[in-house]
């Protein structure tokens, strides 16, 4: 038997990019990596292909964007296995990998990893829904604006290149969506607010690589919640900010820091916010969040790789903001650890 089932969707990059598919197949096979390949025929099928794999005594790897990487996680955690679990970053957006470590920008290290297999255990997220359905994460979880640009970024046809079909998606939602008043309910109270969206952060990114929750790591057994309650225009004008982890703190967002968490509506008469994991949609609010709190085990780079690409492609503006948060006497990113 092979040791390694690699799961990937031949509609996304993971299928389209040709030169790279075949670059990947031939670094895997150089490192000696024992691997059956199987690609995914239907939305969720990469969900029954990682649990069969899984219960067949696979080592699992999701070999795409933040689509098929949370689909293999979800079901190699579903065949109750603990089947090793890895990724190869290759797709519109890669910040599931990127929150266990791997950077997105080089596929054969990406492949050394997988060969190396250096393992960690780490903190899986659960979102449940109003009925009761769980889905698993790595990265964000979030409700309101973001998760209607998530859905209409599903929904389009993704033609343009990188992060920009979720860039298309902000600028075409942010002037029809109208602010409405949640409920967070914490482990230290509950919060209520007029917000245009709330992350809750086990990892730090998502939609390509922008900072929502900078401080959100997978070994803390903590989830970071932001709270955006700037106004649309805003918004847009910081948007940037977010990929060099330059917009927190800010006047108009709020941190929390909680184990558990409930989102809801707050005048039930209002259409509610959807909500979004890891770039799929899993309902409207309510939504719990809860944790698998270092429980799981994947194949990671021993160092954070995804840290030292940030640091070699944002680094000076990030160190330039740390800077001005120190004269300011702010203590934000003090006690943070990102390596």
């Not at 343009?160 to 939602?173: D, E, M, R």
């Not at 709330?198 to 057994?221: E, H, I, K, Q, S």
């Not at 909680?258 to 799929?280: C, F, H, T, W």
């Amino acid at each position: 038997m092979k040791d390694y089932a690699i799961i990937y969707n031949p509609t996304a990059a993971a299928g389209k990019k040709k030169k790279q598919f075949d670059y990947v197949i031939k670094t895997l096979e150089n490192l000696k990596i024992s691997f059956k390949l199987l690609k995914t025929e239907y939305f969720a099928h990469a969900i029954t292909l990682a649990e069969e794999c899984a219960k067949d005594g696979y080592r699992i790897v999701g070999w795409g964007g933040d689509g098929t990487c949370n689909e293999v996680l979800n079901g190699a955690i579903k065949s109750k296995t603990n089947a090793l679990l890895g990724f190869i970053p290759m797709g519109t957006g890669m910040d599931i990998p990127g929150a266990v470590g791997y950077r997105p920008d080089n596929l054969k290290r990406a492949c050394e990893i997988i060969a190396k297999a250096h393992t960690g255990k780490l903190d899986v997220g659960i979102a449940t829904n109003a009925q009761n359905e769980k889905r698993y994460f790595l990265g964000i979880g979030s409700q309101g604006f973001d998760a209607e640009v998530t859905k209409r970024t599903n929904e389009g046809n993704k033609n343009l290149p990188g992060t920009w079909n979720y860039i298309a998606s902000v600028v075409k939602t942010v002037f029809g969506f109208k602010k409405r008043k949640i409920r967070i309910i914490h482990d230290n109270g509950i919060y209520q607010s007029t917000c245009n969206l709330v992350a809750v952060g086990n990892g730090p990114t998502y939609g390509g690589w922008m900072y929502m929750c900078p401080r959100a790591r997978l070994d803390d057994g903590l989830f970071h919640i932001s709270i955006i309650e700037m106004g649309r225009f805003e918004l847009l004008y910081n948007f940037n900010t977010m990929y060099s982890r330059t917009l927190h703190p800010h006047k108009h967002l709020t941190d929390l820091i909680s184990k558990k968490i409930r989102i809801e509506m707050v005048e039930l008469n209002n259409e509610p916010y959807i909500a979004q994991v890891d770039g799929e949609i899993i309902g409207n609010l309510p939504i719990e969040y809860s944790f698998l709190p270092g429980q799981y085990e994947f194949i990671k780079p021993e160092q954070n790789e995804a840290e030292q690409w940030f640091q070699e492609k944002h680094g000076t503006k990030f160190a330039k903001h740390l800077s001005k948060l120190q004269r300011e006497k702010s203590d934000y990113y003090t006690n943070s650890k990102f390596d």
